[in-house]
């Protein structure tokens, strides 16, 4: 079983900072592609900003330039730096990752891995 704990989420006015932190646990081998989705209500699920092992990241059009996705490999944890918040991020973000187990898989892909979301809610 692999767990994936997010933290850092809560209440910022406009123009205000949160870092969230996603850490990943349990049977791990190797984790390939990490990354932020969001879902505002009455919306669908949106990819928010994703990071390779190697440290090569992509970003949504609408948080460029205001977020930063990021990493720690021997942590397994991948964290999202929100800058310049606006009421439009308010959503809830969930961390998702690409994990092999140690205990390996039956058809030996990657396993995509949800966290359970933590809330950002930004006023104006």
């Known amino acids: 079983q692999v767990q994936l704990l997010e933290s850092g989420g809560g209440s910022v006015q406009a123009g205000g900072s949160l870092r969230l932190s996603c850490a990943a646990s349990g049977d791990i081998f190797s984790i390939n592609l990490m990354g932020w989705y969001r879902q505002a209500p009455g919306k669908q699920r949106e990819s928010v900003a994703h990071?390779?092992?190697?440290?090569?990241?992509n970003y949504a059009d609408s948080v460029k330039g205001r977020f930063t996705i990021s990493r720690d490999n021997a942590k397994n944890t991948v964290y999202l730096q929100m800058n310049s918040l606006r009421p439009d991020d308010t959503a809830v973000y969930y961390c998702?990752?690409?994990?092999?187990?140690?205990?390996?898989?039956?058809?030996?892909?990657?396993?995509?891995?949800w966290g359970q979301g933590t809330l950002v809610t930004v006023s104006s």
């Open positions: 990071i390779t092992s190697g440290g090569n990241t």
């Open positions: 998702n990752a690409d994990v092999y187990p140690a205990t390996g898989t039956l058809d030996n892909k990657y396993l995509d891995v």
